[in-house]
């Protein structure tokens, strides 16, 4: 892409007539995940032993990261996605960096135009998305937090769509959760006359996500990984190994659960489940199995911060903790405390929304601390 392109339109959008920026879309609220248990195992197990295994044949983390440029005419949002086999040394990227300088097709880029008027075409002669799922072009009172998440949704399913293509004989480590009912984050005032339009975008995705997934699942298998478990309420709304404390997140929830059962337990690693769940998805009942991994960094716990935990999440029903093996192996047996493919993804899309912001910032004038980086589950 020719990053003078997206300054020329830059100058269009100053020249429009009028502004229609509206700060109240820019105010969103994370409220992350609210589900209840439906049935499980509330063991404390020893997972240890899984360490034994093998590696999968091919082992790919998959990972999104987007940077905001907020101009009083243009609110720009600059999204990569990027699958990493460190297995066999490859990388699946969106945007593709082998020829990014020529690129037509520029989706990564989300662009919603807040002047009276906007003429959509010219933002078609380069290739940048500014439609919403369903192919409407987002309105300007339209909640940016929410625009900024789907966009990163579909560049996700986007590098899930060329694995499904494969027919992959191994395992997909998504970053987070594997499909959320409703958006992560919400308006801050809740009560836009778009809340059916945000339903239809947010179903749309995670209708794709569930049937990429599960083409995955055909020949291997998904896995999702939740690292920020401040934003979920699962067992501490289910409490049940009945802390009573009341209005944590799962992150507190399994710190106190540690505290209290952790320090007497031969082991350093545990997990929690398998737990189900089920969600409703435009009238299909979609199932999950969850394991809470709590891992202990010294024998000797003396502070919170010796011990770390994450979730992982597959489709279906399943059950017992061998089918943990891959993540096991890609995590605390190789002496890191999430999956170090995950950890690997994570840090390459960062740096390719920062080099991609910076140069954009460049080119429209904008000083590199007016780009943000937006945090999502």
């Given at each position: 892409?020719d990053?003078q392109?997206?300054?020329?339109?830059y100058?269009?959008?100053?020249n429009?007539?009028?502004t229609i920026?509206?700060?109240?879309?820019?105010a969103?609220?994370v409220?992350?995940?609210?589900?209840?248990?439906?049935?499980?195992e509330?063991?404390i197990?020893?997972?240890?032993y899984?360490c034994d295994n093998?590696?999968?044949?091919?082992?790919?983390?998959?990972?999104?990261?987007?940077?905001?440029?907020?101009?009083?005419?243009l609110?720009?949002?600059i999204?990569?996605?990027?699958?990493?086999?460190?297995?066999?040394s490859?990388?699946?990227?969106?945007?593709?960096?082998?020829?990014?300088?020529?690129l037509?097709?520029?989706?990564?880029?989300?662009?919603?135009?807040?002047?009276?008027?906007f003429?959509y075409?010219?933002?078609?002669?380069i290739g940048?998305?500014?439609?919403d799922?369903l192919s409407?072009?987002?309105?300007n009172?339209?909640n940016k937090?929410l625009?900024?998440e789907e966009?990163?949704?579909?560049?996700?399913n986007?590098i899930?769509?060329v694995i499904?293509?494969?027919?992959?004989k191994?395992?997909?480590?998504?970053?987070g959760?594997?499909?959320?009912?409703?958006?992560?984050v919400?308006?801050?005032r809740?009560?836009?006359r778009l809340i059916?339009?945000y339903?239809?975008?947010?179903?749309?995705?995670?209708?794709?996500?569930i049937e990429?997934?599960?083409?995955?699942?055909?020949?291997g298998?998904?896995y999702g990984?939740?690292?920020?478990?401040?934003?979920?309420h699962?067992?501490?709304?289910?409490?049940?190994?009945k802390?009573?404390?009341?209005?944590?997140?799962?992150?507190?929830?399994?710190?106190?659960?540690?505290?209290?059962r952790?320090?007497?337990?031969?082991?350093?690693?545990f997990?929690?489940g398998p737990l189900?769940?089920s969600?409703?998805?435009?009238?299909?009942?979609?199932t999950?199995?969850?394991?809470?991994?709590?891992l202990?960094?010294?024998y000797?716990l003396t502070k919170?911060?010796?011990?770390s935990?994450f979730?992982?999440?597959?489709?279906?029903m399943?059950?017992?903790?061998d089918l943990?093996?891959?993540?096991?192996?890609d995590?605390?047996?190789?002496?890191?405390t999430?999956p170090?493919?995950?950890l690997i993804a994570?840090?390459?899309?960062?740096?390719?929304?920062?080099?991609?912001?910076?140069?954009?910032?460049?080119?429209?004038?904008?000083?590199r601390?007016?780009?943000l980086?937006y945090i999502s589950?």
């Amino acid at each position: 892409m020719d990053f003078q392109v997206l300054a020329k339109i830059y100058e269009i959008a100053k020249n429009y007539k009028g502004t229609i920026r509206l700060e109240e879309s820019r105010a969103y609220t994370v409220i992350g995940e609210i589900s209840t248990i439906e049935t499980g195992e509330y063991d404390i197990k020893s997972i240890d032993y899984l360490c034994d295994n093998e590696y999968p044949p091919t082992l790919i983390g998959v990972d999104s990261s987007s940077r905001i440029i907020d101009t009083p005419y243009l609110f720009i949002v600059i999204g990569a996605a990027t699958g990493v086999d460190r297995m066999r040394s490859r990388t699946i990227d969106i945007p593709d960096l082998s020829n990014i300088n020529i690129l037509r097709r520029n989706t990564h880029i989300l662009v919603l135009p807040e002047v009276n008027d906007f003429d959509y075409r010219v933002l078609d002669e380069i290739g940048v998305n500014y439609r919403d799922p369903l192919s409407r072009p987002y309105p300007n009172e339209y909640n940016k937090g929410l625009a900024i998440e789907e966009h990163r949704v579909n560049l996700e399913n986007s590098i899930l769509e060329v694995i499904a293509r494969e027919s992959l004989k191994g395992v997909v480590l998504l970053d987070g959760p594997l499909y959320l009912p409703t958006h992560p984050v919400t308006e801050a005032r809740r009560s836009s006359r778009l809340i059916e339009v945000y339903k239809e975008n947010w179903t749309k995705l995670m209708k794709r996500r569930i049937e990429l997934v599960k083409t995955i699942n055909n020949t291997g298998r998904v896995y999702g990984i939740v690292k920020r478990l401040q934003y979920t309420h699962v067992l501490s709304r289910d409490d049940p190994f009945k802390i009573r404390i009341e209005g944590i997140n799962d992150q507190a929830y399994l710190s106190i659960l540690a505290e209290r059962r952790l320090r007497d337990l031969a082991g350093k690693v545990f997990a929690i489940g398998p737990l189900y769940t089920s969600y409703r998805l435009d009238n299909e009942s979609i199932t999950k199995t969850m394991w809470y991994i709590i891992l202990k960094k010294r024998y000797n716990l003396t502070k919170a911060s010796d011990i770390s935990f994450f979730r992982v999440e597959v489709l279906g029903m399943e059950k017992g903790v061998d089918l943990l093996k891959p993540v096991a192996k890609d995590s605390f047996c190789t002496g890191t405390t999430l999956p170090l493919s995950i950890l690997i993804a994570d840090q390459r899309v960062k740096k390719i929304t920062e080099a991609l912001a910076k140069q954009i910032g460049l080119a429209l004038g904008i000083p590199r601390e007016s780009t943000l980086q937006y945090i999502s589950l």
